[in-house]
């Protein structure tokens, strides 16, 4: 009986879309529908031609964060380490950038590797990041054919910039932007005090 009420449910919400003068399939309104917890009855996405939309949540491969600053991009990673310290896997490898006269670390990563193979997505690098400088992506085909060459992502394939993020996490962002500029106000009350 509950396959059949399944069966029948997928000619009712097909019957209700069309009295609404909408696609149910082959459009994006109607994949998102079909997605979410609201869609009833059976469904077929014709992937890759048609995709479910990815929720913001999602988590896949982090990503490292940049900012555009008078046409320069300014990572915020500043080679720290503590991504590496609790990844539970050890897939991220940090090389410190030194200043060449001092010898001094620079706040800025020479090298920054992280092993796809061996990453489990589990979030921990972006939780514990204090500079918001490593984000977790939604893209998720990373299918490939030579393994060694393609699956370790080295600083210069890591790069994304804070749009980008805003585009794949906008309620994330705007959080974090308005934690940030409280904090940018709070220091500045600070400093106007006599």
């Known amino acids: 009986w509950l396959t059949f009420k399944h069966f029948l449910d997928t000619y009712v919400d097909d019957l209700r879309w069309t009295l609404k003068g909408k696609k149910r399939y ?10 979410s917890k609201d869609a009833r009855g059976i469904f077929t996405v014709q992937y890759p ?39 539970p896997p050890q897939c991220i490898w940090i090389v410190r950038t030194n200043d060449p006269a001092t010898g001094r670390p620079v706040p800025t ?36 054919y030579d393994r060694k060459r393609d699956s370790i992502y080295d600083k210069a394939r890591l790069l994304r910039s804070v749009e980008y993020y805003a585009s794949i996490r906008p309620e994330n962002y705007a959080r974090e932007e308005a934690a940030r500029a409280e904090a940018e106000a709070a220091k500045a009350a600070r400093k106007a005090r006599p």
């Open 49 to 87: 031609e048609e995709r479910v939309p990815v929720p913001e949540e999602f988590r896949y491969l982090p990503f490292l964060v940049y900012e555009e600053k008078d046409g320069v991009k300014v990572e915020r990673c500043t080679s720290c380490g503590i991504c590496a310290k609790v990844c």
């Open 109 to 144: 990563p020479a090298e920054f590797y992280i092993d796809t193979d061996i990453c489990m997505s589990c979030g921990f690098c972006a939780e514990f990041c204090p500079f918001d400088a490593i984000k977790m992506g939604h893209d998720y085909e990373l299918a490939t």
């Open 26 to 35: 082959n459009s994006a309104e109607g994949i998102a529908h079909r997605a």
